[in-house]
């Protein structure tokens, strides 16, 4: 074989060996993007069994304690909440201690400290743990001020737009809830929504997909009543 086609061979193989290894690191650096992705929590194994209802007795459980949490803090400050709950904790504490160590005085034994194996167990954060958790926060951060810099800026005029429509409605959200009521009503949603989704997934997917359809050819129409400037490229 001719020794210049022999090295174009080579060289060919490297260069589509090197792009499969960059589309392959590609990929999974996509992937642990979304793997650390506060979407990737909602959709994980034990929230969807949760938020879905598999074990009504858990589910119910994580539910009322989330929906106590939220209205005490609607009706006190948090300051207030997470004092009375720490509260509550240190007497349930220090009672099981007190009541441990009257059995043990009447029972002459030497079972040692109730919480011993708890104090000895290790609770400090690893620095790598601490470091993937802060470099994660860090991505969600520029994403988000790299989103809110072209929104702002206009780069694109129908998503800025779409912006300042949305915040023209939530001026008429906060006039009627505050953030609690709305923490306290995601919570049912997020508890309540599943379940009927799950029954009725096919009636509701048909309306979902008229009403983008809906939303798509009004934003169509409006896109080719601006001037020509300001119209986003067809690529996009």
Request: proline share 4%; net charge positive.
């Amino acid at each position: 074989m001719d020794p210049m086609t022999q090295s174009t061979q080579i060289s060919s193989s490297q260069g589509l060996g090197d792009g499969h290894n960059t589309a392959a690191k590609d990929s999974k650096m996509s992937d642990s993007f979304l793997s650390s992705s506060p979407v990737s929590l909602i959709q994980s194994p034990q929230v969807k069994d949760l938020i879905h209802w598999r074990d009504p007795k858990k589910s119910g459980v994580v539910f009322g304690v989330s929906m106590l949490v939220l209205l005490s803090l609607a009706a006190f400050s948090v300051i207030s909440v997470v004092s009375y709950l720490l509260l509550a904790l240190l007497c349930v504490t220090i009672t099981f201690r007190i009541y441990k160590s009257v059995v043990q005085a009447v029972q002459k034994s030497s079972d040692g400290h109730p919480f011993k194996s708890l104090i000895e167990k290790d609770v400090s954060i690893a620095p790598e743990t601490f470091r993937k958790h802060v470099d994660s926060s860090l991505t969600y951060i520029n994403r988000a001020l790299k989103q809110l810099s072209r929104l702002f800026l206009v780069e694109d005029l129908v998503d800025s737009l779409k912006l300042a429509v949305v915040m023209w409605l939530l001026t008429y959200v906060g006039a009627v809830f505050n953030g609690i009521t709305i923490l306290i009503l995601a919570n049912i949603l997020l508890f309540a929504i599943p379940p009927v989704y799950e029954k009725n997934k096919t009636q509701i997917d048909q309306y979902i997909d008229v009403a983008r359809t809906q939303i798509n050819s009004t934003m169509a129409k409006l896109q080719e009543k601006l001037p020509g400037a300001l119209k986003r490229p067809k690529s996009e």
